[in-house]
């Protein structure tokens, strides 16, 4: 027998040294597995490895919706002015635009050739909205001003003034025409001159006012104002 004692171990002799070496390593062994399994639980508890402590719901298909508006644009060519209802909260628009006499302030007068007894002036109408709906003509009554002050024709009420309207698609397809014999009538008309417009379709329409060769002498001078108004709807 040697000088160190021995011992059996699961039937194998091993000397008394060597069993505490044994003891040792089993026992850093055990301590390495706890320690990761530790460490698994921590992180999953701190979401490394799973998110415990918070809870997220993504709602990704959420989208805010505006209901479609009706929007017109008009565009004088001889001003070179373009008015737009859209960019205004009341889808309104006061364009500054004379459809009867032009940014040249023209004078109708049947004797002279260089201006002419009628003058037209062209403007063009466009759907800007994200709909398509309906485009109405409309006039304000006619104001008078000007003139002699013994006259006794008005201009807003003589058959020797009057005013048409024509609108033409973009293939130069007729759309629409009105013709009145007064300004007055343009305004007393019943019921309102429509057409469709399209979304994003533009028409072209002509406002012409004559001066009749049979026009009394006593509306020179005067001056007829009166608003005509395109309206987009339904």
């Not at 709602?59 to 009706?70: I, L």
């Not at 994003?200 to 608003?227: I, K, M, N, S, Y």
């Amino acid at each position: 027998m040697g000088s160190e004692d021995s011992m059996t171990t699961g039937g194998v002799a091993t000397s008394a040294a060597e069993a505490p070496r044994r003891e040792r390593r089993k026992g850093g062994w055990l301590w390495g597995a706890g320690a990761a399994g530790a460490g698994l639980l921590v992180l999953g508890v701190n979401g490394t490895l799973a998110t415990w402590s918070t809870a997220i719901i993504n709602n990704d298909q959420s989208e805010a919706r505006v209901t479609d508006s009706y929007a017109l644009q008009e565009y004088h060519a001889s001003s070179g002015t373009t008015c737009t209802s859209a960019s205004s909260s009341t889808n309104e628009a006061s364009c500054a635009v004379d459809l009867y006499s032009g940014a040249a302030s023209y004078e109708l007068d049947p004797g002279d050739p260089a201006v002419g007894d009628s003058h037209t002036e062209r403007i063009e109408l466009t759907n800007v909205g994200s709909t398509a709906g309906t485009l109405y003509i409309d006039a304000d009554a006619c104001a008078q001003s000007g003139g002699a002050s013994a006259a006794v024709s008005d201009i807003c009420d003589n058959a020797g003034l009057s005013v048409d309207v024509t609108c033409e698609d973009s293939g130069t397809s007729s759309v629409y025409t009105g013709s009145w014999a007064t300004l007055k009538a343009f305004a007393d008309e019943a019921t309102d001159q429509t057409f469709a417009l399209g979304l994003d379709e533009t028409v072209t329409c002509d406002v012409t006012v004559t001066l009749a060769a049979t026009a009394p002498a006593d509306l020179g001078g005067q001056v007829g104002t009166q608003t005509v108004t395109f309206t987009l709807k339904a």
